[in-house]
């Protein structure tokens, strides 16, 4: 259990911590609600008031690293020191970066994400929009300064989001090592890049 003061006084930060350690060392499906509490140290029924059910923690820690994913995400979008083309290619980075940190040699979470994509398509839905108009400012601006030649900017941004998935998806990153996809990522960014010139 963490020694942190603000995650001990805080029940549902507790909670949360407990089940991502469980979920990354024995997998969601194996995970009981009674071994999260015992974790915590507390009772099953304590549990549950905090969270119904393990998809509730379950999709609550989705939400969490969403939210982190996005303010990462954004603070790129708003580098105005930077060419849409620089932060284009930033953007796909950092989200690389990001999901591969999580989700790099921990097959087990991919359980979670499954459960996740089955049962709360919303919630995924709300991070798919989120990230499209993120993206969308980019390349906006990028049209704006001439930089990319875009008759319509939704089609256009659906297409490249869509292009970005390998680099999105927890179920790839274990593909290659951090370097490696880096490589690629750039590579992909820059086919991206010629096809959105003038």
Do not use: W
């Not at 982190?68 to 060419?83: A, F, G």
């Not at 284009?88 to 591969?100: G, N, Q």
């Not at 601006?141 to 875009?150: L, N, P, R």
């Amino acid at each position: 259990m963490s020694t942190n003061p603000d995650i001990l006084d805080n029940p549902r930060a507790r909670i949360l911590e407990a089940a991502e350690v469980r979920f990354r060392q024995y997998g969601y499906n194996k995970t009981t609600m009674n071994e999260i509490a015992n974790d915590c140290q507390m009772s099953a029924a304590n549990l549950y008031r905090y969270f119904e059910s393990k998809l509730d923690i379950g999709a609550a820690m989705a939400q969490g690293c969403f939210i982190d994913k996005e303010q990462l995400l954004e603070e790129v979008v708003n580098r105005t020191d930077l060419s849409a083309t620089k932060r284009l290619e930033e953007f796909v980075l950092t989200l690389l970066r990001y999901t591969h940190g999580q989700c790099y040699d921990q097959p087990r979470i991919n359980e979670l994400v499954d459960s996740i994509i089955q049962e709360r398509p919303a919630l995924v839905q709300r991070k798919i929009a989120g990230e499209r108009a993120l993206l969308e400012q980019i390349l906006t601006a990028g049209k704006s300064t001439g930089e990319f030649d875009i008759k319509n900017i939704g089609t256009t941004t659906e297409a490249v989001h869509t292009s970005l998935v390998k680099f999105s998806v927890p179920l790839f990153m274990g593909m290659y090592p951090l370097d490696e996809f880096e490589r690629i990522a750039k590579n992909v960014v820059a086919l991206l890049v010629n096809g959105l010139k003038k």
